[in-house]
């Protein structure tokens, strides 16, 4: 369908979205009133931009008048070169929205290759998140960690709440690397370790239905880093979904109620995101480009600290400011580079 075609599309739904409510169908009052507010930043941008090329028409006509001619001509060109930026505009309106980008998200960061320092990394990549989250207004809450001895983390999860967090971080999900040298390394020799990151959209009940009969909950002690019991009744939890085999545990809270909720918060996050990851990979088939698709497996960027930059692999960004990434100050020029990266790949999707 042509952009032109998808323009009238947009203004005949408006219209008849405006009759319908104004029919008074109770029924569906709220449906209809929130695609009208959806709907209603696109014809705008639509409206700017046909008055835009209404008036280029219309400055191009004048300028066949010798008395209108130089005032004409400066209107024209200026439309000209405006019309660009309009077009673009209305045409990242009309992308396909991903439902799940005003939701919240939960952060899940493993420690992967490298041992203790896998688990160091892992817990600053923990806390730049959480930094991350503070400079943008956003609400981080510590769900469940496993600690290592010495400040390190095995896993950590948590929920951060804001407007938009999965839409700008729905890309960090993937596995991260680090090049430095240890600080228990006596020699002086760069070491390279790992860890996982992982996005999910905070699902609601609504989002994912779980049969109480398709789980199997365990309780037993919560163990403290190195192993040590750290709690004397059974209050960590441990959730089994029967049938996709998927676990998840808490133990973070002393009370057993808390961390069954936790983890069932967890665990219909990770459902969820088996289902959109499902669903993405179905329309992704044809897609050569991989910015947007999550795979925890894929190596997305590198951390190198003797040399101070931060590469991201998949848009081929370098910055040499890793300090500043690590405390989340440098953190929405990466974002913001992977969001244009997919809006572009998008983009050229929909004019093929």
């Known amino acids: ?139 981080f809450e510590v769900m469940d960690v496993n600690e290592t001895g010495i400040g390190g983390m095995k896993e950590a999860s948590a929920t951060i709440t804001g407007r938009g967090v999965f839409a700008r971080l729905k890309f960090e999900s993937g596995v991260h690397r680090v090049q430095r040298v240890p600080a228990t390394e006596s020699g002086g020799r760069i070491h390279t370790s790992a860890a996982t990151v992982a ?62 909720a936790t983890a069932m918060k967890l665990l219909r996050a990770r459902l969820y995101e088996m289902e959109r990851e499902a669903k993405a990979a179905e329309r992704a088939a044809n897609r050569k480009s991989q910015v947007g698709s999550g795979d925890r497996s894929e190596r997305i960027r590198t951390y190198n600290f003797p040399q101070g930059r931060v590469t991201d692999h998949r848009i081929n960004l370098t910055l040499y400011k890793i300090e500043e990434v690590m405390n989340g100050n440098a953190m929405d020029e990466v974002v913001e580079a992977l969001i244009a990266a997919d809006q572009a790949e998008r983009l050229a999707e929909m004019a093929g």
């Open 1 to 139: 369908m042509s952009i032109d075609a998808q323009l009238d599309k947009v203004l005949y739904r408006y219209d008849e979205l405006r009759e319908m409510l104004a029919s008074g169908d109770g029924s569906s009052f709220a449906k209809l009133s929130k695609e009208l507010s959806d709907i209603e930043p696109v014809v705008q941008a639509v409206q700017t931009l046909k008055k835009a090329r209404a008036d280029m028409e219309e400055a191009e006509l004048m300028m066949a008048d010798p008395d209108m001619k130089d005032l004409a001509s400066e209107e024209f060109y200026a439309l000209k070169e405006a019309l660009p930026g309009l077009e673009r505009d209305v045409q990242l309106l009309l992308l396909p929205k991903d439902e799940a980008d005003e939701k919240n998200a939960i952060l899940e960061v493993r420690a992967g290759t490298g041992g203790e320092e896998a688990a160091l990394f892992a817990a600053e990549l923990f806390r730049m998140y959480e930094r991350y989250a503070s400079l943008r207004g956003w609400r």
């Open 199 to 260: 996005i999910m959209p905070e699902a609601e009940e609504v989002d994912i239905q779980i049969d109480e009969k398709d789980l199997r909950f365990d309780v037993y002690r919560s163990q403290g880093s190195g192993g040590q019991s750290v709690n004397t009744t059974d209050s960590a939890v441990r959730v089994t979904h029967l049938p996709t085999g998927l676990a998840v545990a808490c133990q973070q809270e002393k009370s057993q109620h808390k961390n069954k």
